[in-house]
């Protein structure tokens, strides 16, 4: 384990009790399912086979330890930060000159998303890379997420957390770094590009806030699209109509009455469904892993990611963000310092070159994967990887 730097920091680990196990798989075998869906699509929500599936492999063969585990393995931390306990991994590279990178999960995510890009990024001798790609990693959890404290007032947003990860970032003794993220994490990460606080000197985002103004004007008022959009701009405009339309139920619901949801804090599966039904294309790649292919997400994954949230109790305390949020999504922020991205093809929308190329006047870094969705570090952490050495590289 790492010695605390700062004399806020206190080491950290956890072990869930074996009670709780137990109640956790009584409580799964004990749900009351409903009916199968009236149709023969996923157009209703998530279905009653998969959460079947998903609910008999929790109750008799998945194994919390393991993650737990691996968690246990990496130096973790808490520290106060604005009156809120937060909690981080911090692993420190071996080589010499490593850049430090601060990485931010989303929802329904926790530092789980990460954990597969943590040695890749900080051993790169072992994992393709060279010693000159190395990271000191930070993955912090989100206010309310995980081991993280759960906010008893209101004003916990993107805004507050990139300031507090600043503060993070000084108390580690980071006076040259970069950050990362996906989902919420983007906007975090974004804001904290914004503030731009001495010691950042760049961001990489795999969600990015990008609309031009006549895109976003065409979504609001559902006029159609813009004239004058290219192929790959018809594609994007496309998506995000079919998100907007289509995939939208869940956070309207945290936004409004995130507290009415006592049935994730009281039901596992209630929680796993409301956790599945994020967007479309990764809730069908969570059935295809269900279904026994072995394709971005492992069983494992899911329920790791699943389980944590269960354990600590933090279903409705990370809704929250949703409530908090004052952000427009994927409307560019004025960032000004150096920005890299990396287009994934089943993000709920792969920007296209030139919207990103308008939304960022200091890009250093721009890439269409060939495949890979929303949770990148989830899914495929080594093209993650990959991006992340290659989007920096002229930072360093």
Known sequence: MNTPIHPSLRSFEYRASEAELADLRRRVAATRFPEKEPVDDSSQGVQLATIQKLARYWATDYDWRKVEKRLNALPQFITEIDGLDIHFVHVRSAHENALPMIVTHGWPGSVVEQLKIVDPLVNPTAHGGKASDAFHVVIPSMAGYGFSGKPTAPGWDCVRMARAWAVLMDRLGYTRYVAQGGDWGALVTEQLGVQAPAGLIGIHTNMPS??????????QTGGGAPPGLGAEETRAFERLVFFFANGLSYAQQMANHPQTLYGIADSPVGLAAWFLDHDLLSYQMIARAFDGERE??????????ITLAWLTNTGISSARLYRENKLPFFVPMGVKIPVAISAFPDELYQAPRSWVERAYPKLIHYNRLPKGGHFAAFEQPESLVSELRAGFASLR
């Open 210 to 219: 990008a609309l031009p103004p006549e895109v976003t004007k065409a979504l």
């Open 296 to 305: 971005g997400l492992s069983r494992d994954d899911v329920l790791d990611n």
